[in-house]
Nanobody, 125 residues
Framework: VQLVESGGGLVQAGASLRLSCVDF????????MGWFRQAPGKEREFVAV????????YYADSVKGRFTISRDNAKNTMYLQMSGLKPEDTAVYYC???????????????????WGQGTQVTVSS
């Protein structure tokens, strides 16, 4: 698994962005995929997760209704569509992959085996 994020940038409040995470390995569909974010001086926090087939998704309360996670296993790619962005969404966004089958652990950083390098999202007010 080799994860590479893209799509970050500087936007104004209320704007939209779509992040992508490409897995350059060959086992993408075998992993549950998640998005986390880390703001300066804060812990890395869970944002969203999607299961192997894409039919189960969970979101942090702070992004529910504004962000949508999806995946295309044929393209080895996961997405995070972000709309209604707020200044408090400013962070480095990371994608991650886990082989953990216990869904109750998908919200925790320690469950993830592989991480991307991150992409910066900055939302100005």
């Amino acid at each position: 698994v080799q994860l590479v994020e893209s799509g970050g940038g500087l936007v104004q409040a209320g704007a939209s962005l779509r992040l992508s995470c490409v897995d350059f390995g060959r086992t993408f569909s075998s992993y549950v995929m998640g998005w986390f974010r880390q703001a300066p001086g804060k812990e890395r926090e869970f944002v969203a997760v999607i299961n192997w087939t894409g039919n189960t998704k969970y979101y942090a309360d702070s992004v529910k209704g504004r962000f949508t996670i999806s995946r295309d296993n044929a393209k080895n790619t996961m997405y995070l569509q972000m709309s209604g962005l707020k200044p408090e969404d400013t962070a480095v966004y990371y994608c991650a992959a886990t082989s953990e089958a216990n869904g109750s652990r998908w919200y925790t950083k320690s469950a993830y085996d592989y991480w991307g390098q991150g992409t910066q999202v900055t939302v100005s007010s």
